[in-house]
Antibody
């Protein structure tokens, strides 16, 4: 089955760290650019970061630049998001999503909840 | 400024037609980047509805259609059904952000 499964979410104190994982199956993971997208409670979808097939091109939203690091392991069909210096406003559901041809995201995971609170 | 503007809410009766607009700028939609649309129900994964401005992935009913002109795009839903009630988002690439940009989302209520 073609799917993405996120894990690693949880409750963390402000200033803390968390590492999210996204496990892909059912498709050739190494041929797709991948993204992290989040939904903050009561707000809309926000693109967080993207990583190209061979990790050559990496981009971040301004709101997470310098605090979050995206990476991938094509041998394990997995993508990661290392989140440091977490803030209350980082609370939300984090989705991993596959890029298709022109930046459209045609496959999404179910999301993992990150809660930053003291 | 790198923003995609959508109306916060739209509504319609079953069987009616509604449209949702998405207005961008010269760094995204106006620069020629494609607009894509998603349907999102709380607690679920977003679903790609329209890609490349006008195209439907397999499995999406032809009641959903997209269009684009200049710096704006629209999603039209005809023959409204109760299970169309969801949040709808437009998305495009933004050259200033060097990443994807989502609209603020539009909540569709089926009366």
């Amino acid at each position: 089955e073609v799917q993405l499964v996120e894990s690693g979410g949880g409750l963390v104190k402000p200033g803390g760290s968390l590492r999210l994982s996204c496990a892909a199956s059912g498709f050739s993971f190494n041929t797709f650019t991948m993204n992290w997208v989040r939904q903050v409670p009561g707000k809309g979808l926000e693109w967080v970061s993207s990583i190209s097939r061979a990790s050559i091109y990496i981009e971040y939203a301004e709101s997470v630049k310098g605090r979050f690091t995206i990476s991938r392991d094509n041998a394990k069909s997995s993508m990661f998001l290392q989140m440091n210096s977490l803030r209350a406003e980082d609370t939300g559901v984090y989705f991993c999503a596959r890029d298709a041809k022109d930046y459209e995201m045609d496959l999404w995971g179910q999301g993992t909840l990150v809660t930053v609170s003291s | 400024q790198s923003v995609l503007t959508q109306p916060p809410s739209v509504s319609g009766a079953p069987g009616q037609r509604v449209t949702i607009s998405c207005t961008g700028s010269s760094s995204n939609v106006g620069a020629g980047y494609d607009v894509h649309w998603y349907q999102h129900l709380p607690g679920t994964a977003p679903r790609l509805l329209i890609y490349g401005n006008i195209n439907r992935p397999s499995g999406v009913p032809d009641r959903f259609s997209g269009s684009k002109s200049g710096t704006s795009a629209s999603l039209a839903i005809t023959g409204l059904q109760a299970d169309d009630e969801a949040d709808y988002y437009c998305q495009s690439y933004d050259s200033s952000l060097r990443g994807s940009l989502f609209g603020g989302g539009t909540k569709l209520t089926v009366l």
